[in-house]
Every structure is written in structure tokens, then in C-alpha cells.
């Protein structure tokens, strides 16, 4: 019986949920398994208990936003009182979901022979806490980039039961840079396992996308054309509109599409869309209309798209591993990257 404790998990998109749920589905046809899921969120503000391809899912996000209440209106920005109320609402924050998932955890005690975290929450933390307590064998998959892994623990059970993760803990590092995070953080090698993430090779393959299927968004002019996919979600850590720089310097025959989610909802949504606004004023502003597609959608058919085009692209600012690089290589297509040691 597996539990995953996840940061999030689909319908909101994080590459790592995706990437644990369609594991486990795969895991659970395999193997005599049981899988239930506890998660929290950052597009969803409530809880609740739904089915996803007949896996049970535990969502527990009970959150108060300080940036955009009537709070932070009367609150002046960093100022102390702003300052005090943004740690008297993180500390609610931490009550009002650690509660819950405690509740949840003791409830399925004896339910669970493993947990599997990925990600780094107040829902993850407690799972990683009450592993402490109860020896239950987990594995920690580190899906960030971090100069050292860490976890919120209460100081009075640091000083009752030590500080740091549990003694029988497993890790799962996804780049050399996190596996070297984890030795930095005093994590023996050998309760380390450093593996890149898997690529599902039904979808990505030579073969399945090396069909001549063109892109035909953009008019392409299939012998002249050069085009240029970048997926990921929109947000400034993805760097997006680094490419539309490129595009203004490269030959007109170079054409570009930017895919991936933007999300509706949670408390980052006034950066990411206020980047993706960016990003269309800018494709007018640079006259890239006929040579840039924008397509902010979540990308359901990603091995057929990567089939469509001639080059992938991937200048992120940071990144722990990024799996499309994985699976744009998998398909023979040619790879660029932003420079990021012990990942790309």
C-alpha cells in the first residue's frame, strides 16, 4: 500500500505530479499494489476528495492570502506590521493544513506500508514528520533545485526527537546538482539514488516522431522553415521571453511556438499572467505575429507536437532535471538549453 504525498497533483499541473501519477498507474498494472494520494495545492484553495483513473486523492489547501486582501490594502508593503502579518499568516497557514493531514495520516495508519513525497509543503513535511514517529519506510524524490534539501519542522520536535530527516529515509535525486544538494545536507550516498526521470518510450521514440507531420499553425514553408518548439508552463522561471529576443535576430525563415499551461487561479496568478501578457505585447511589439504562436494551453498530445518541429529549446533559469529535454531527445530532435551545471 503506497502513499504519495504530493505538492500537487493533476487536474493542477506540476511536471512531478503528472510524472508520480502516470509511475503509479503504470506500478499499479504491474504490480499487486494499492495506491491513495494526499496533496496539497497552490492554483486550489479547498479540500477535497476526488477519484483520478481509480486512485483515491486527499487535497487538503485551506490557505488565507494576505496579498490582495482587505489586509494588505490597509497594510503598507514591508513595512514591520506588514511583515509581522505575513508571519502570523504563514504560521495559521501551517496549523490549518498540518491539522488536517495529520488527522489523515493517523486515520490510514495502518493502511500504509510506504510514502513517496515528492515535493516540499506543509502536507509534505508533515508526512516526512510523522515518519519520524512511526518508522514508516519513505522515500523522499527531490523534484527542486535547492542549494540544500530541508523540510519545516517544529523546533520542539526537533529537540524531542531529533532534527533532520528520518534515519531510514530514502532519497531520490533527479540531477547530479540535487545529489550533490543532498550529500551537502549530510545525506549518506548510499540511501541516495540519483536517476533521472523516466520518458514513456510508447510516446517518445525516433521512429513515432520522426513522422513528416509539419506544424501548420504558423504557414510553414516545409523546405525552408526552420521550427522552434519551447514547452513548459508560463511563468518567468521558464524564461519564454528570452526567445523572442532570439527570434528578432534570427533569419525570418526560423519560426517559433511557445506551449504550455498558465494557470487560473492561486496566489502567483497575477505574475504569470501578467508574464504571459508580457509575452503577447511583445510578440506585436517586435512584429513576430507570422513567426511566433503562443499557445497557453496544457498540452495534451506533447510527442505529437515534438513530431511537428525541427529544434527544442529550453532556456530556463533553473531547473532540477526538466523532462522535456528527456523527451525531446528521445525523439531525435535537436536540443538547446540554458547552461545550468549538474542538471542539463
Not at 4 to 15: H, L
Request: proline share 5%; glycine share 4%.
Amino acid at each position: 500500500n503506497i502513499l504519495i504525498v504530493n505538492s500537487k497533483y493533476p487536474p493542477e499541473y506540476a511536471g512531478s505530479a503528472l510524472r508520480a501519477h502516470n509511475t503509479y498507474l503504470r506500478l499499479r498494472e504491474k504490480y499487486a499494489i494499492n495506491v491513495k494520494v494526499l496533496c496539497s495545492s497552490i492554483e486550489f484553495n479547498s479540500s477535497q476528495k476526488y477519484s483520478l483513473d481509480g486512485i483515491s486523492v486527499q487535497r487538503i489547501a485551506n490557505k488565507i492570502e494576505l496579498n490582495g486582501s482587505r489586509y494588505s490594502r490597509i497594510l503598507k508593503k514591508n513595512s514591520i506590521l506588514h511583515k509581522i502579518a505575513r508571519k502570523y499568516v504563514s504560521l495559521i497557514n501551517v496549523v490549518n493544513e498540518s491539522i488536517p493531514t495529520m488527522i489523515y495520516l493517523i486515520k490510514n495508519y495502518k493502511w500504509i506500508d510506504m510514502i513517496h513525497v515528492f515535493g516540499n509543503v506543509t502536507v509534505t513535511s508533515t508526512a516526512i514528520i510523522f515518519s519520524k514517529f512511526t518508522k514508516i519506510p519513505i522515500l523522499i524524490e527531490l523534484v527542486n533545485l535547492v542549494e540544500t534539501p530541508s523540510f519545516s519542522e517544529p523546533k520542539i520536535l526537533s529537540f524531542l526527537i531529533g532534527s533532520g530527516y528520518p534515519k531510514h529515509a530514502k532519497f531520490v535525486a533527479i540531477s547530479v546538482a540535487l545529489k550533490n544538494a543532498c550529500i551537502r545536507a549530510g545525506i549518506e550516498s548510499s540511501s541516495i539514488w540519483c536517476r533521472p526521470n523516466p520518458v514513456n518510450e510508447e510516446k517518445f521514440h525516433y521512429n513515432r516522431c520522426s513522422v513528416n507531420n509539419r506544424y501548420n499553425n504558423l504557414n510553414l514553408n516545409k523546405k525552408q522553415d526552420v521550427t522552434i518548439l519551447h514547452l513548459a508552463k508560463f511563468m518567468p522561471l521558464k524564461n519564454q521571453i528570452f526567445l523572442l529576443g532570439v527570434m528578432k535576430i534570427l533569419p525570418i525563415n526560423y519560426k517559433l511556438i511557445l506551449a504550455g499551461p498558465s494557470i487560473n487561479s492561486g496566489p502567483f496568478i497575477d505574475r504569470d499572467k501578467e508574464y504571459l501578457r508580457q509575452i503577447i505585447n511583445e510578440v506585436e511589439n517586435y512584429e513576430l505575429s507570422d513567426r511566433v504562436d503562443v499557445l497557453a494551453a496544457f498540452i495534451t498530445n506533447p510527442s505529437e507536437l515534438m513530431a511537428s518541429v525541427d529544434v527544442f529549446v529550453f532556456p530556463s533559469k533553473r531547473e532540477a532535471l526538466g523532462t522535456p529535454v528527456l523527451e525531446a531527445i528521445a525523439c531525435g530532435l535537436p536540443v538547446v538549453t540554458s547552461d545550468i551545471p549538474g542538471v542539463f
